[in-house]
């Protein structure tokens, strides 16, 4: 409710503006070092967490109003995906041999469509909500993040859809994933979450001022898919490239993400060369790490820009 | 600057930069050219001033003169190139009703959302909600999609969700304009209950008889600059005065028999005039020009309206029974009215020439203008002095 508050002592801190405090006034939008406001624009976020499950539930419900299938199509997309690659990656071209490739495929193609849904849809969510942007006052990053909250929901989904697939998977095979190992796709999450708000952060404020990155995105997200081992394994990558491409290779952020969901998800790949045979736990650690400082620069740079949203819109 | 200062606005300037291309193709190909593909402008320069709680300040000047910038960048919605604002409390901000809605949403949805945009808790909505639909006027359709409502409808929900907000400090802008007329009603209602729990209001309108009406203190603003800060009927009459070109959008003479020239007004000696007072005698002179023959059957008359455009009186020679003679040269027409009764503002006055029956030879609708001065605040067109006895 207090909407500046937070950023005001943020933006006092510089000392300057508190010789021009009459009175408990608050300055408006006050302009904060580079360095400093992350923590202010985060807890002014926290105080808008209503609106923001509400901005999360208007995507939700827009997206599928009027339509028979409503939530069932966000569902569809991934499973006659998941389906195609099945058939036709694992019978034609012979990557059959990996076991249980469908259930392999699914658990990197859920955190995919999830890590794709945010970037996309948060790099467009300024631009598709001008008509707010320029008439309303809350923290710009609410509608990034709503891209992110509806894209979450989504993934419930497909979470249940790959959950049910390890349970068949684990009564035909008898392998089932190993609760010693729940940490795994925890962590992955969260590593991808991170990452991904930063990134969509930071495309929504620049897409604000060159549309082209809407359109750039969609491409590029294409070709970072075939570059994450979702639907081959990466013992075959390992075998092509020249180990320091390879080890570049695997600096991808959402190859770890996807190499923990497999990990966890995916027990009959156990010990067969198909597994990434990293330390996949050191990996998330880092990619969090590095997510963190990314999403602390992407939100400063946002920052930066959101003062100018409104009128370029 | 004192205690209950809610607001200070201190030297803010406003730039805009236009920049005429947007997409990465055009910004490289026109890379080196770019410079001339940037137009700037200030829409605010240098603009100061505190707002005491509990005042309604209103905000006029032209289309462009920066009103509602300025209301923005109070709002925070834009922030200055230069200078700063503060301020104090919960604020609202009106500045287009149903922004946040989606036709795609129902009316209870989009109540919830839009409240939730304007800082109210759901709790506070829960609490609200038959209030916010019962002053709507909307209820049998609440369930439906908003994308469904008819215009008026949606402005009514949207209205009635910002006014249940509860802000300490509440933005206007040009909003009060909508619904029907028992709905506006209700609105300045509400906004004058505002008024009265002591908050403070900014408000942005083209009607200077709500100016004069609801403010306490007005600011005119021309090209971004803050021309008169004051008091409202001194600020209103500054902007009247700087308005007061007429503009002679002529009607074709229609099949060239006749042409009106020279409109003026006179006062009771004769002289050419724009201002008066209220009650005094006005002249309005000007001349007939047969083109052709001679002219049998004319008559001419005069209408007075009232910037929003009414008609509030009028009249012309053959309602008033003359003959005149055959129109054969020039010839000059005096219509002298001995005193007019009219209350501070703009008046605009057309004049035609016309047979008895059929289209005007030649009309011109607002072929002079004129200003009344009062001391009075008196609203509507005309100024009685009523003499009132309280027993």
Not at chain 1, 79 to 89: D, E, H, K, P, S
Not at chain 1, 278 to 300: C, E, H, K, M, P
Not at chain 2, 253 to 265: G, M, P, S, T, Y
Request: overall charge negative; aromatic content about 10%.
């Amino acid at each position: 409710m207090t909407q500046t508050s937070e950023r005001t002592l943020a933006g006092a801190s510089n000392g300057r503006d508190l010789a021009h405090q009459p009175h408990g006034l608050e300055r408006v939008n006050a302009p904060q070092p580079f360095l400093r406001g992350f923590v202010g624009t985060a807890r002014e976020v926290l105080n808008y967490h209503e609106l923001l499950g509400n901005l999360v539930r208007k995507e939700l419900k827009i997206k599928y109003k009027d339509s028979v299938l409503g939530l069932l199509w966000s569902l569809l997309l991934p499973l006659v995906q998941l389906l195609v690659y099945w058939f036709v990656i694992g019978n034609f071209l012979a990557a059959g041999t990996i076991p249980y490739y469908g259930v392999f495929i699914f658990a990197g193609l859920a955190v995919w469509t999830l890590f794709a849904e945010i970037v996309s849809t948060a790099t467009t969510s300024i631009v598709y909500n001008a008509g707010l942007v320029k008439k309303v006052y809350f923290p710009r990053e609410l509608f990034p993040l709503a891209a992110t909250g509806a894209a979450l929901v989504n993934f419930l989904f497909q979470l249940a859809i790959l959950v049910a697939a390890v349970v068949l998977a684990g009564i035909g095979s008898g392998h089932w994933p190993d609760p010693s190992k729940a940490a795994l796709p925890v962590l992955a999450l969260l590593a991808l979450v991170v990452f991904a708000t930063g990134l969509g952060l930071l495309l929504a404020a620049a897409n604000v001022h060159l549309r082209d990155i809407q359109h750039l995105i969609a491409i590029v997200l294409m070709m970072w898919f075939w570059l994450t081992p979702i639907i081959y394994s990466v013992s075959r990558v390992g075998e092509k490239l020249p180990g320091p491409v390879y080890d570049l290779y695997l600096l991808n952020p959402m190859a770890s993400v996807v190499f923990a969901f497999q990990e966890f998800f995916w027990p009959q790949g156990e010990g067969t060369v198909y597994q990434f045979t990293g330390d996949v736990y050191l990996r998330l650690l880092a990619t969090i790490a590095f997510s963190v400082v990314f999403l602390w620069f992407a939100q400063r740079v946002f920052a930066r820009a959101q003062g100018n949203f409104a009128q370029e819109l | 600057m004192s205690d209950s200062t809610v607001i200070r606005v201190v030297d803010v300037s406003k730039r805009f930069i236009i920049r005429k291309d947007n997409s990465l193709k055009e910004r490289l190909v026109n890379a080196r050219r770019s410079k001339e593909n940037k137009e700037e402008f200030w829409a605010l320069d240098r603009v100061s001033f505190d707002v005491q709680s509990g005042h309604t300040m209103g905000l006029i000047g032209a289309n462009g003169s920066g009103k509602s910038t300025l209301l923005k960048l109070i709002g925070g919605i834009l922030t200055p190139t230069s200078g700063f604002v503060e301020r104090r409390g919960r604020l609202a901000a009106l500045l287009e009703l149903g922004a946040g809605f989606h036709g795609d949403l129902t009316g209870r949805e989009n109540v919830y959302l839009n409240a939730s945009i304007l800082g109210l808790t759901r709790r506070q909505t829960d609490q609200y909600f038959d209030a916010i639909v019962d002053f709507a006027g909307i209820e049998p359709f609440i369930d439906t999609q908003v994308k469904f409502y008819s215009s008026g409808m949606y402005v009514r929900l949207a209205f009635a969700v910002a006014v249940h907000v509860d802000p300490e400090i509440l933005l206007v802008d040009e909003v009060l304009a909508v619904g029907d007329e028992p709905f506006q009603r209700k609105c300045l209602d509400r906004i004058k209950q505002f008024q009265h729990d002591g908050r403070t209001i900014i408000l942005v309108t083209h009607s200077l008889e709500q100016v004069r009406q609801m403010c306490d203190r007005v600011i005119l603003l021309e090209v971004g600059k803050v021309v008169v800060d004051g008091d409202p009927s001194q600020a209103v009459r500054h902007f009247r005065d700087a308005n007061v070109e007429v503009d002679q959008q002529e009607q074709e003479a229609r099949d060239h028999l006749v042409r009106i020239e020279n409109v003026r007004l006179t006062d009771d000696r004769g002289q050419d005039r724009s201002t008066f007072d209220s009650g005094a005698a006005v002249s309005v002179e000007f001349d007939l020009v047969p083109l052709g023959p001679a002219v049998e059957d004319w008559g001419c008359g005069v209408a007075f309206s009232d910037v929003s455009g009414m008609t509030f009186a009028g009249t012309n020679t053959i309602l008033q029974g003359l003959e005149p003679a055959a129109l054969r040269h020039r010839t000059h027409i005096r219509f002298g009215f001995d005193g007019l009764p009219l209350s501070e503002g703009q008046y605009f006055i057309a004049v035609a020439v016309h047979p008895e029956h059929g289209y005007d030879y030649h009309r011109i609708d607002r072929a002079a203008s004129f200003l009344i001065h009062t001391d009075s605040a008196d609203p509507g067109v005309l100024l009685l002095h009523p003499k009132i006895e309280i027993t």
